[in-house]
């Protein structure tokens, strides 16, 4: 039984330094944007959220991260930043309890 329980363990460490050795699989660069790279990876998520509202293809998933990297990079350029829309404003401002809201 010592046996087959040393050899079990002797086999699991085994695998798992083997497992660990392995290098990760790299992301496949789909195109590079003025030196940035868009991986597959990014446009097949991207193709995913796109096909929540309608259809879209490989091809518009791999536009609109394009555009928005040229935008993203242009606006670094211009040193532009995003401030908080209003509603996002409202939104993380401390609200009124419902009992209060009511009186």
């Not at 992301?27 to 790279?37: H, L, P």
Request: charged content about 25%.
């Amino acid at each position: 039984m010592r046996l087959i329980l040393r050899s079990f363990f002797r086999t699991v460490s085994l695998l798992a330094l083997l497992l660990a050795a392995l290098p990760a699989h790299a992301q496949s660069i789909a195109v590079v944007v003025n030196g940035q790279a868009i991986t597959d990876y990014d446009v097949a998520q991207r193709q995913k959220l796109l096909s929540l509202g309608k259809g879209a293809s490989r091809k518009d998933a791999l536009e609109e991260l394009v555009e928005e990297q040229l935008k993203f990079q242009e606006a670094k350029k211009l040193n532009l930043s995003v401030s908080d829309s209003p509603t996002c404003r409202r939104k993380n401002s401390p609200r009124p309890s419902a009992r209060a809201a009511w009186k």
